[in-house]
């Protein structure tokens, strides 16, 4: 009998490609909306401390073993625990992984459409057509929610149906230097502005009273995110990743992209919170709150650009907003790519049609949550915050105890030859049996018991 032809898998084309495409994956509203307003009304430094530690400690190790699981299985993350133990239980894991991505991606792509019509929101102010403007602006209009998340989400079916290295490589490979260099221009403004100085002060002098379990709990689940770990998405791009390749080298890399992202886009806004602060834009709600969520960056900052006025205004907010789609739009090129991947490897179907099938799948939930925001809250809280790091402690129990980390050094040593005498490779089996498992662990039951126990 002959064969059954399968799809071929894709490839990354080179090195510098996939870091960039995993730094794109992990680079998005995650650094440049979600961290800054964390860190702001968490204590500014006591939180950016606790979140780098978070990143370093817990983060890296297990994108170490994601990237490890997703080259050697060379599946997406159901088919890569199945084909790397005879365990019933694990490919679960893996169907909790899509399953998250497919939740995330869903109200992710909603608030991606609001920071794409935030672009046109700016140049309808700077037109002084301001009625067109605050139409655009209206997030509890659910036929301009629809309207942008649709825009934004055949973007992403666009470049998912291009394939690995035409598509999402090509893609990450043009806008995340771009990203880069917006964020850099203007933090580097902002930060000569008067009235910064406040917001730098808050954001890099720790005050080591603020940190307390939650503050924990929330610097663990923004690292979680940040890093797209916990539900396959960097198994899914190592699966594409070539054996010559230091895994280990490739991880330090995008942590580090990621970690320095978000640190500058810290820089950027704290500052930028306090300069509307003292140009007399509310910071605070009437109970004495800080402004946060999509107040943050959907009314402040708009506020500041119309303050600066005329061309500034306009090229700062443009500027601003392109940069939180950019980012966006690599992050949810890899959330699309950890189901559409399933769908090819498991039911054969071919890229094309499964990146088309599925996004518009995602999109009819997209457009329920459109006229039904108050989802977002509860959607991100259950997949991301307490998804993602359950994902995360199950990753590192499987590589742990079912697959072994003898397996993983054996996979890591392709690329990194001498891998198995290093104290890395100590270290890491360390973090990844106990040290990982133990903290996720505390800090879920912690989040778990805050949510729904405590008074
Ligand atoms: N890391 C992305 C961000 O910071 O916005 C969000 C994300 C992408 C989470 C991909 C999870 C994922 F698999």
Redesign the pocket.
């Known amino acids: 009998m002959a064969d059954i032809p399968t799809t071929p898998r894709g490839n990354w084309d080179s090195k510098l490609g996939f870091i960039l495409a995993a730094a794109g994956?992990?680079?998005?509203?995650?650094?440049i909306w979600r961290f800054p307003t964390e860190a702001a009304s968490n204590g500014g430094a006591a939180f950016l401390l606790i979140y780098l530690a978070c990143c370093f400690l817990i983060g890296f190790p297990v994108m170490i073993a994601e990237m490890s699981i997703g080259r050697s299985s060379k599946k997406n993350p159901v088919g890569a625990f199945r084909s790397l133990s005879t365990n019933k239980f694990f490919p679960l894991v893996g169907i909790w992984g899509v399953l998250c991505?497919v939740m995330?991606l869903s109200f992710?792509t909603v608030i991606a459409g609001w920071t794409f019509s935030h672009v046109f929101v700016e140049i309808f102010v700077y037109a002084e057509m301001f009625e067109v403007a605050s139409f655009l602006a209206d997030f509890e209009n659910g036929y301009v929610n629809a309207v942008f998340a649709i825009l934004f989400m055949a973007c992403t079916i666009g470049i998912i149906r291009g394939g690995v290295s035409n598509g999402i490589e090509r893609a990450t490979k043009l806008m995340m230097p771009m990203l880069l260099i917006i964020l850099v221009i203007m933090t580097v403004y902002v930060l000569f502005q008067p009235g910064a100085g406040e917001g730098i002060e808050i954001y890099l002098y720790p005050d080591f009273s603020m940190i307390d379990m939650e503050l924990i709990l929330a610097a663990m689940g923004q690292a979680f995110?940040?890093?797209?770990l916990g539900?396959g998405?960097i198994i899914t791009y190592g699966s594409y990743l070539g054996k010559k390749e230091n895994i280990a080298e490739a991880a330090g890399f995008v942590t580090l992209a990621d970690v320095g992202i978000a640190f500058l886009a810290g820089l950027l806004i704290l500052p930028t919170i306090y300069m509307a602060q003292a140009e007399g834009v509310q910071i605070f709600d009437a109970e004495g709150n800080f402004l946060a969520g999509p107040a943050l960056i959907f009314q402040l900052l708009p506020e500041l650009f119309a303050q600066m006025g005329g061309i500034t205004g306009l090229l700062f907010g443009v500027l601003f907003f392109s940069l939180l789609s950019i980012a966006a739009l690599t992050?949810t090129i890899?959330?699309l790519e950890?189901p559409v991947s399933y769908v090819i490897d498991e039911h054969k179907i071919k890229r094309k049609s499964a990146a088309l099938y599925v996004g518009l799948g995602i999109l009819v939930i997209s457009l329920i949550i459109s006229f039904n925001t108050a989802l977002i809250d509860t959607i991100d809280f259950t997949f991301s915050v307490i998804g993602?790091p359950l994902g995360g402690l199950l990753i590192c129990i499987f590589l742990g105890y079912v697959w072994k980390t003898e397996n993983a050094i054996e996979e890591i040593k392709h690329g990194y030859e001498n891998v198995k005498d290093t104290f890395f490779a100590k270290a890491w089996t360390v973090f990844v049996k106990f040290v990982c498992p133990l903290i996720i662990l505390i800090i879920l039951i912690q989040t778990i018991y805050n949510n729904y126990f405590s008074s």
Do not use: D, E, R
């Open positions: 994956s992990a680079v998005g509203l995650g650094n991505g995330i992710y995110f940040s890093l797209s539900m998405a992050s890899s959330l950890v993602l």
